[in-house]
């Protein structure tokens, strides 16, 4: 057996470096003069583009329509002309076609009062369809449609609704943030989120270091929700959704399993806002905070910045990059991306920007050689065995490594991070994964 017996047990703790921005309140950012805004920004089919290049569109109209069960629809986040259908390189490696818009014309949504939707007396039905044409996904990096999420098949039973408030990756405050500038916000979004899974039962899970957010939140749940504040341990990857239903409730998901299916479902802090801001607001996914960050800006800043602007404006925005910075990366440190060209967007599921000098990045040492200690496997929060995946990919057998449990990989980097040798286990665990999923679909094919 692959798995180790400590499940949810292990993980690691690495230096914070949440004071950089922890206490620095959302600001607005500036709007950009052009939006480059990917089809591809959430699992599932790409959006299918619905506009042409010379049409005028209007903040917050659909640009690209959901195509599939598993897709979402995109909306333009500035109003203007479009001026270019793209192939642009995005955050994740990988290239998208993306809507350009060059802003002109007035604002709807933006600065503007809206008329605000009463969502108590509203279907069930009715507010998972606005979630859905708003086009929320989840906010924590896994950009899973959020409708499909809060849509239950029949025959199942959720009972429990858990928030995700741990925010474990270091460098990262946006959804510290919410919490204490917009908490009203995020336990009106909950509570709608309640009404449309029609369960009792709602947690907000937060790490221990989080002193004033936990403070604040029962402040605002006194004697009006019912939710429970449940202040955890703080250690990585306690924000891994699978970590934070056993450690909330005790229940264990199984393997390749939703927690759906333990009566549970898991939603970010930052995307019950945005279900606040569509159904009441009846205000799309166009924009998102950001904590830009690290020791390599000069002015780390949380920022609400439209989808589509390029990182670099927002690196503008902050005063600019010191001369030590040595990467830029899109996310978090442990699971984020590094980044090559600063004219890429920031999307829905763009986290954070990090702007590293060599005493936060660390030195790569090409060349590693496993001397057997074990850290990663201790470290290893899924149970699994790390090293053994590490030289099955290097001697290319994908086969045996799909039997010891390699897509069971939630890729966190925790084995990296632990690693004396410094090898790059987790990055070369994704790409032992593409050539496995290769493998699998041959072996379909044949």
């Known amino acids: 057996m692959f798995f180790t017996k400590s499940f949810g047990l292990n993980g690691v703790h690495p230096e914070g470096y949440k004071h950089l921005t922890c206490k620095k309140s ?4 500036n709007v950009p003069n052009k939006a480059y805004i990917p089809v591809s920004q959430h699992i599932g089919a790409p959006a299918k583009i619905v506009v042409e290049v010379g049409d005028q569109v209007e903040e917050g109209q659909v640009i690209a329509e959901q195509d599939g069960f598993i897709s979402s629809s995109i909306h333009a986040s500035i109003p203007g002309k479009v001026v270019g259908i793209e192939d642009i390189y995005i955050s994740l490696g990988r290239k998208s076609k993306a809507v350009v818009i060059e802003l002109s014309g007035e604002f709807s949504q933006s600065g503007k009062n809206q008329q605000l939707q009463d969502w108590r007396s509203m279907a069930k039905s009715d507010i998972i369809e606005r979630i859905k044409n708003a086009g929320i996904v989840g906010l ?3 950009t899973f449609p959020t409708y499909v999420k809060l ?13 995700n408030a741990a925010e474990c990756e270091p460098f990262l405050t946006c959804d510290h943030r919410i919490i204490l500038d917009k908490g009203q916000d995020l336990l009106e979004g909950i509570s709608i989120v309640k ?3 029609d369960v009792q039962d709602v947690f907000i899970g937060l790490e221990n270091n989080k002193k004033d957010a936990i403070k604040h939140l029962k402040a605002l749940c006194n004697n009006r929700y019912d939710f429970k504040i449940v202040p955890l341990k703080v250690k990585y990857p306690q924000g891994d959704e699978k970590q934070l239903v056993k450690a909330i409730t005790g229940r264990i998901v199984p393997v390749e399993k939703l927690p759906l299916e333990v009566g549970i479902v898991v939603v970010n802090t930052a995307s019950a806002v945005a279900i606040k801001e569509a159904v009441v607001n009846q205000k799309p996914l166009i924009d998102r905070v950001v904590t ?18 390029p990182i670099g404006d927002v690196i503008e925005e902050c005063g600019g990059l010191k001369d030590n910075v040595l990467k830029i990366v899109i996310g978090g440190p442990m699971m984020g991306f590094a980044q090559m060209d600063l004219s890429t967007p920031v999307m829905k599921g763009t986290s954070g920007i990090l702007c590293l000098t060599k005493e936060e990045y660390g030195e790569y040492v090409s060349g590693g050689i496993c001397i057997n200690c074990g850290r990663c496997i201790h470290a290893c929060s899924f149970g699994l065995m790390p090293t053994h995946l590490n030289r099955l990919i290097e001697y290319k057998e994908f086969q045996q490594a799909l039997d010891s449990g390699l897509l069971y990989c939630k890729e966190c980097g925790a084995c990296s991070y632990s690693c004396p040798a410094k090898i790059p286990i987790v990055q070369n665990l994704k790409l032992g994964k593409d ?8 072996n379909k094919k044949g």
């Open 435 to 442: 050539f496995a999923r290769k493998l699998i679909l041959n």
């Open 26 to 29: 959302i600001e607005s950012a």
């Open 151 to 163: 849509s239950i098949p029949e025959g199942k039973k959720v009972d429990t609704l858990l928030i």
């Open 195 to 197: 009404k449309a899974l």
């Open 140 to 142: 924590g990096g896994a």
């Open 292 to 309: 830009v960050t690290g020791s390599g800006i000069n002015e780390p800043k949380n920022l609400k910045v439209k989808v589509g602007t």
